[in-house]
């Protein structure tokens, strides 16, 4: 039975005074596919070894289906690991790699034998059991890692960085399958990864660390379409923010340039700092029209970036600021080249206003 994690108020300070967890707090759901997504050295990894176990936080507490197991030694917390290097022992077959746990905790061999079996189906490497790891690729050793930590049966699976060696089309298989994994054990698994592309498409929730803070906890979609700091809205994709001060319901930012704030927001005051991702603009042949203040400028193609399904664009506006827009590629739309006129085109209620 997969478990809930509670993180209440965990610091972690290393000897030497590196304070790499900072007052965090956050509820981790059963059955979740929960994230911890940030920078190096933001204290991702600090953070999932605490909750394995592995380091004692130096404040605060953690809880495991309510039960506080801040002082429980991690061979007693029924959680299982994977490692980005895997550590899988060299000198030992597959078998008795994902054998190990099992014979930790003093398993019968023919017990031993059925488990071993079935954590091999489930990640897909029946007949290698005789292998060793180096006979094996860098996907078959990330499987075995695998086995070797779902076949206890835990209630948490922590993975830090697990498909950080692998290449990119193998990388995107076993991101599918792990996710896949993870929902048919109904596992409360812990992903720490640093590539906002691999949060975004496998988590149900995500924790966007940052200086051993945490920025934002959100689902993917929150995360990228209501970004709450700047960072967030930063670290996660391509965006254009924009720095100005509020006259009235805009926001004037500069160089000649105005922009309706959205008709939602209205307590904020002074000097604010918003957010528009480039595919919310619209790009089109510049028209001679005066543009609707607010809501649209013109501006010059500098150049062009063809991502295949997109097309990203680099446009200097009429007063001087540089904007990114993205354009789907669709067989109808326009493909812009460097030096043409646009008028960019966008929705008020498509700006998300951040805090610094
Ligand atoms: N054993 C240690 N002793 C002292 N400082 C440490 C120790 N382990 C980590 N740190 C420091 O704590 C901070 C957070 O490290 P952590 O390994 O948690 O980061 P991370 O987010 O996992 O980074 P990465 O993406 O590079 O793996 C860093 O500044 C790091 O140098
Ligand atoms: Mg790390």
Known sequence: MSASIEIAGVSKVYDGGVRAVDAVAMDIRQGEFFSLLGPSGCGKTTTLRMIAGFEIPSAGAIRV??????????????????????????????????????????????????????????????????????????????????????????????????????????????????????????????????????????????????????????????????????????????????????VGPNLDVGKGLILALPPSEMQSTGVLSVALRPEKIRLSPRTDAAVTAGSCAHGIVENTNFLGGAVLYRVTLEGGHRVLVQQPNAGTSRLFIPGNGVTLEWTPADLVVLKD
Do not use: W
Request: charged content about 25%.
């Open 65 to 246: 289906d309510g039960a506080d197991v801040t002082h429980v030694p991690a061979h007693k917390r029924d959680m299982g690991m994977v490692f980005q290097n895997y550590a899988l022992f060299p000198h030992r077959t597959v078998a008795e790699n994902v054998a190990f746990g099992l014979r930790m905790r003093g398993l019968d061999k023919a017990t031993i034998a059925v488990k071993v079996k079935a954590a091999l189906a489930m990640v897909e490497l029946s007949g290698l059991e005789d292998r060793r790891p180096a006979q094996l690729s860098g996907g078959q050793q990330q499987r075995v890692a695998l086995a070797r930590a779902i076949v206890i049966a835990p209630r948490v699976l922590l993975c830090d960085e697990p498909l950080g060696a692998l290449d990119k089309k193998l990388r995107q298989q076993m991101q599918f399958e792990l996710k896949q994994l993870q929902k048919k054990l109904g596992l409360t698994l812990v992903f720490v990864t640093h590539d906002q592309e691999e949060a975004l498409a496998m988590s149900d929730r995500i924790a966007v660390m940052n200086g051993g803070r945490v920025e934002q906890v959100g689902t993917p979609t929150e995360i990228y379409n209501q970004p709450i700091t700047r960072f967030v809205a930063d670290f996660i994709g391509d965006t254009n923010i924009f720095r100005g001060e509020r």
